[in-house]
């Protein structure tokens, strides 16, 4: 990756020059790009078209991950690596004290095309939801209904959001835990009404290095007063829990996320996806006896 003023994005403009940093863009642009592909997020005609690339609706909160995310986004376009035309957006939801000049003085700056919407659900969240419960849910459906419709009306064939890894996992073991299902946030899906992907180029990131890069590059962080100024939410329950498993085994969280990609339907106990019933004893669909359990000793 050259550095040279002329040869980067705005968002680049001011990166430390430090190998350390160095070292965790490319790892984050990385990661980024094996997402992409693996998960095939550009559709085969936005890389074959010579005409209208394929549209993102890119969303941004103003946390660090949705700085991380439309700064390695801009970083793959720059470089000729992602062929898509890319629209950030911030749905500004009413919230108090929500600092409203700060993105679009900062987009307008990086010279990023953008939108801002004001749409106030806070007062819908806060009047609806019961005291003691958690805004979360609530909170995200308005929020996806918004930029469904946004997207629609910019032309977007999908809304990329800045789940990361470690999103991911905690969804899964909020499932497990209190859900009662094997589930997470897929890296690609389309919506209900089957006119948008979501995507998630993030899926494969680390939150530790979405924190650093958006640290480093001295992005002007924006922090959640809604959801986020609540305590003993589910969430951070299971985060605390990923934390101390992960100092007492450093890299188990990327251990659990590649077991997230590497199911066997033949060992899990779910018969809709695993013809149990089928089975014969001299069928060639016998399942293998072996667990595969890595010895801890």
Request: hydrophobic letters at 40%; a neutral charge; proline letters at 6%.
């Amino acid at each position: 990756m050259l550095d040279d003023l002329d040869d980067i994005h705005p968002l680049f403009h001011g990166a430390p020059k430090s190998t350390e940093f160095k070292k965790l863009r490319k790892r984050i642009v990385q990661n980024v790009r094996e997402a992409v592909d693996h998960y095939g997020m550009v559709g085969a005609d936005a890389r074959l078209a010579e005409g209208t690339p394929e549209k993102w609706l890119v969303c941004l909160s103003g946390g660090k991950d949705s700085y991380t995310l439309l700064a390695v986004l801009y970083e793959l376009k720059w470089r000729g690596l992602l062929p898509v035309e890319l629209l950030a957006c911030n749905l500004d939801q009413g919230q108090p004290g929500f600092p409203a000049t700060v993105l679009p003085d900062f987009l307008s700056r990086m010279q990023v095309p953008h939108r801002i919407e004001y749409q106030d659900t806070y007062s819908i969240v806060v009047d609806k939801v019961p005291a003691g419960r958690t805004y979360c849910a609530l909170c995200s459906r308005l929020r996806r209904g918004n930029l469904y419709r946004i997207a629609r009306e910019e032309g977007c064939s999908a809304v990329v959001l800045g789940h990361h890894r470690d999103d991911i996992l905690e969804t899964f073991f909020m499932n497990l835990f209190h859900g009662g299902r094997v589930a997470t946030m897929p890296p690609k899906l389309v919506n209900e009404d089957g006119d948008l992907f979501v995507l998630r180029p993030l899926a494969h990131v680390a939150e530790a290095d979405c924190e650093k890069f958006a640290r480093a590059m001295n992005y002007p962080i924006i922090p959640c007063d809604l959801c986020g100024s609540q305590d003993g939410l589910q969430r951070q329950q299971v985060k605390q829990i990923l934390d101390g498993w992960e100092r007492n085994s450093p890299g188990r969280r990327q251990v659990m996320f590649r077991a997230l990609t590497n199911i066997r339907p033949s060992h899990m106990l779910d018969p809709k996806i695993f013809d149990f019933a089928g089975l014969t004893l001299t069928g060639s669909d016998k399942i293998d006896e072996k667990t595969d359990i890595p010895d801890l000793r």
